[in-house]
């Protein structure tokens, strides 16, 4: 029973690699007013990853998965604090995540990219 449990941590795993496009960001569910096209995420093998966002803001660091939630470094920026968001949805072509921007709950959905 321990070994099927750790080979669907895995596969889940596996599923985050990749490119993802955000097609909705909801804060406090309402939708914000931007265009959801300059968010995404790249998740690679070596558990690096690279996020992008609106006004050209951009991230790099390290990111691993456990039982529904990502947990990503910043490494571009000394002294960034490890972020955790909660994995609402993970399938081969979709991804919903959810985490606190300042005070508010914000909603993430991404499609996978070919």
């Known amino acids: ?3 099927l449990a750790a080979s669907c941590g895995e596969r889940e795993d596996q599923l985050l690699l990749g490119e993802w496009q955000a097609t909705s960001v909801l804060e406090a569910g309402d939708s914000l007013k931007l265009d959801p096209a300059q968010v995404g995420f790249v998740f690679r093998p070596d ?7 609106t006004l050209r803001y951009e991230e790099a660091g390290t990111w691993r998965y456990s039982a529904g939630y990502l947990y990503a470094r910043d490494t571009t920026h000394a002294g960034a604090e490890e972020r955790i968001v909660a994995v609402e949805k993970l399938t081969p072509d979709s991804l919903e995540i959810r985490m ?3 005070e508010k709950e914000r909603e993430l959905v991404f499609l996978k990219q070919r």
Do not use: K, T
């Not at 558990?47 to 966002?53: A, F, G």
């Open 1 to 3: 029973m321990l070994l």
């Open 100 to 102: 606190l921007a300042g």
């Open 47 to 53: 558990n690096r990853y690279i996020y992008r966002s």
